[in-house]
């Protein structure tokens, strides 16, 4: 021991990602001015690339943004003050989507599933069964509870129950991670960012509408400037954004779709969820236990032994062994370890985190035998091939 190089810095937290090569050479290229012919062209295949990702016939814009400002443009584009929503909050993303709203003065009510729990789809449904809502907010992934919602029910239950109700999604850290068809399954908005399993630089946000949200923009009230999704509509269709783009990382965004889409989709979220599968079954292997109840692919949350230091473990991790894991936060700080399984992750990566991890827990105190870590690596190695 060790038995992977735990001198080679890994990044396997859930955002931001380890970039391919192929990105950080596209990231690294001259800058040239975004009204120019040539960037024209990245600007339409990336829209397009865009559309291919979302699975939508629906224009997909990009925001110069983080994830959270794609949050807000639903938002701010989508409904008026007064307005009355319900928020699915599964822990601190849909508890940060609930207090936008509230900023601006739309009637929130809140769906509370306790983090790490499965949402149950029979109290989901009599919620809505209580009143009309303008619309419904929630996580498809929770990041920081590592769950996954089951949103094509959800959607399900949403047309039954309600007649003009949105269904809005933070898909930042489920697209190309998980199947989200979003025509398909009647997703009304639609978010991501860049960071995720787009392994890009943080900065940018893609957010597309349905019809029927984008006929709701038509009367909404909300105030709005930088982040108006009408008037960056016009611009894409002049073939311009309509601040200036983020040239760099919008090429390099349009490297990565056709990487994306030379493997497919299809590869591209099995690849994720082999690697979520291999650190689950790992932790277990360590007798450890998995944090959520619906596990999400794009990210792992491991249930640390009670009374362990795992804010101490955390960095030890990344000092001795090179290893970047994010903790738990609110009430699941030092509780729980995050493993992302999204970006130019290497099978070697998802080995050396769990390799890292049990050697981290036997310098905390743990037991933690040599053949508990080669049994925990080899069932590992198994779900990665
Ligand atoms: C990362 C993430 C966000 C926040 O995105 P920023 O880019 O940090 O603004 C929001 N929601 C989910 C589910 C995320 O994973």
Redesign the pocket.
Known sequence: MPLHDLEKYRLMA??PVPMSEKVQKALALPMIHHRTPEFDEILKQALEGLKWIFQTEQPVLILPT????G?EAALVNTLSQGDEILCVVSGK?GE?WKTMADIYGVKTEVFNVPWGESLDLTKFENQLKQKPYKAVLT?V???STATLNPIEQMSQLIKRTQTSALFMV?A??AIGCTPLPMDQWGLDVVVA?S??AFALP?GL?FVALSKKAWAANSTAKLPRFYLDLKLELEANKRGETHFSSQVLIIRALNAALQDFRSSGLETMIRDVEKRANATRKAALALGLKIFSESPSPSVTAVRLPDGLKGAELRSLIEQKYKVTLMGGQDHMKGKILRFGHMGAITPDDVLASIEALALGLREMGVEMPDKTIVAALSVAREALS
């Open positions: 859930p955002g983080t994830g959270s400002g949050m993303f940060r996580q992934s929770e990041t933070d930042i850290s960012g960071q995720k943080t946000s």
